[in-house]
Nanobody, 124 residues
Framework: QVQLVESGGGLVQVGGSLRLSCAASGRTFSTYTMGWFRQAPGKERERVASISQIGGSTYYADSAKGRFTISRDNAKNTLYLQMNSLKPEDTAVYYC?????????????????WGQGTQVTVSS
């Protein structure tokens, strides 16, 4: 089992940057595929990015490509999401999630553990 705690959200102007962090408890962080999801009001939760167990493979939603970077530090049990060139449509609650099974997945239901979320608001 793993517990996840996100931090780093906040209010930022259009074009600004934020770095989200997700601290994981437990000694098995490196065995999980990790993902960042977001959910805006009235919308379904969507995968933004994901990363394989040792970070060799990453995935980005089209909306995140070229602007967001997912990374992980297994020695620190921490997942990151660097977000640059933020847009108002990036406004959402951002969640980190851990998947026990091998391989990434775009479906929230395929992830086993979730953090409580951190709000990101981009003002124009």
């Amino acid at each position: 089992q793993v517990q996840l705690v996100e931090s780093g959200g906040g209010l930022v102007q259009v074009g600004g940057s934020l770095r989200l962090s997700c601290a994981a408890s437990g000694r098995t962080f490196s065995t999980y595929t990790m993902g960042w999801f977001r959910q805006a009001p009235g919308k379904e939760r969507e995968r933004v990015a994901s990363i394989s167990q040792i970070g060799g493979s990453t995935y980005y939603a089209d909306s995140a490509k070229g602007r967001f970077t997912i990374s992980r530090d297994n020695a620190k049990n921490t997942l990151y999401l660097q977000m640059n060139s933020l847009k108002p449509e990036d406004t959402a609650v951002y969640y980190c999630a851990a998947r026990s099974s091998l391989g990434s997945s775009p479906y929230a239901s395929h992830y086993d553990y979730w953090g409580q979320g951190t709000q990101v608001t981009v003002s124009s």
